[in-house]
């Protein structure tokens, strides 16, 4: 179960409506959604992975130390939700490092995990991979395997998988990075957002908007479907999508619709898939899983 802690502004479909710029002008909300996101996982006894915005961490230090005192994982959301291939690779690095120390100060912890603004490592991106390798990142939650017009990578695995150096789109050495043992493989595990295939298409059923689309027990039965193939599924959601009554933007046309639909079910469906199936930290997950492929590697070596 995942979070990314955004305020109702900060979405991409905000993008030439709310200028970063503005962000400090308007009327934030996020303590009060981030409260309701709190007791409904107090209320299913479920701990989540919080993706925290940097930008947001910095203006909500405690709301961040209350979310990580909780039991719940503090990841990153970089900085400044700045699309990734709008950036360049040194301007990337900063962000996804700032991020980390940012955090890691906040909490004490340290911070493993990294989803990117609207999942944006796409073939335009691939770069990134491997400087969130060398930012000492140790997953990834940012490669959705659809095709959409914002992001996507449509042939990228569904499951959870190790990314190695042909997946960064250039070599490690190309963009600064040395792991641990010195060579130039990025030493990342992906956990991608969840879909289902249908008829040769990757759909997706497990968060933000096709969360507050699709019938929640349709969505249950996807993720029970996954598990009965034996993989992990991960859900995500924002704050604001459990808050209705945040003040309406001037969005129009799909963004409108991409934003605002659902709104007043979305608390409703997460009880229903809280109660419904285990739920645990991205952190945990991937650390299992490492743990069983390392297992597997050396019974096999």
């Not at 309701?36 to 961490?57: I, P, Q, Y």
């Not at 230090?61 to 690779?89: C, F, N, T, W």
């Not at 659809?146 to 695995?157: E, N, T």
């Not at 997706?204 to 996807?222: D, H, N, Q, S, T």
Request: hydrophobic share 40%.
């Amino acid at each position: 179960m995942s979070c990314d802690l955004e305020e109702y502004f900060q979405v991409q479909c905000c993008d030439g409506v709310i200028a970063p710029e503005a962000w400090d002008t308007m009327p934030s909300r996020l303590e009060p959604s981030t409260e309701r996101v709190l007791a409904l996982l107090d209320e299913a006894g479920v701990k989540a992975t919080f993706f925290v915005l940097g930008w947001n961490a910095e203006r909500h230090p405690d709301l961040v130390r209350r979310i990580a005192a909780a039991g719940h994982e503090i990841a990153s959301h970089g900085y400044a939700h700045k699309m990734i291939p709008d950036q360049r690779p040194e301007e990337f690095r900063a962000d996804v490092c700032r991020a980390k120390a940012l955090l890691e100060d906040l909490t004490g912890r340290p911070v493993l995990g990294y989803r990117a603004p609207t999942f944006s490592i796409t073939e335009r991106s691939r770069w990134a991979i491997a400087i969130l390798a060398e930012a000492g990142y140790r997953y990834d939650s940012s490669v959705f395997p659809i095709r959409h017009d914002r992001y996507g990578i449509p042939d990228a695995p569904r499951f959870l998988h190790e990314l190695n150096g042909a997946e960064c789109g250039m070599r490690g050495a190309e963009c600064g990075v040395r792991n641990a043992e010195g060579t130039d493989r990025p030493h990342l595990i992906e956990f991608p957002p969840t879909t289902l295939r249908v008829l040769g298409t990757n759909v997706p059923v497990a968060g933000g908007g096709y969360l507050r689309l699709l019938p929640a027990r349709l969505i249950l039965a996807a993720l029970r479907r996954v598990n009965r193939l034996g993989h992990p599924a991960i859900v995500y959601f924002h704050p604001w999508e459990l808050d209705p009554e945040a003040p309406r933007l001037p969005l129009r046309g799909l963004r409108r619709f991409r934003h605002y639909v659902g709104l007043a079910r979305a608390a409703a469906k997460l009880r229903l898939l809280l109660r419904g199936l285990a739920f645990t930290t991205a952190a945990t997950v991937v650390g299992h899983w490492v743990a069983a492929h390392h297992k597997g590697e050396t019974a096999n070596g």
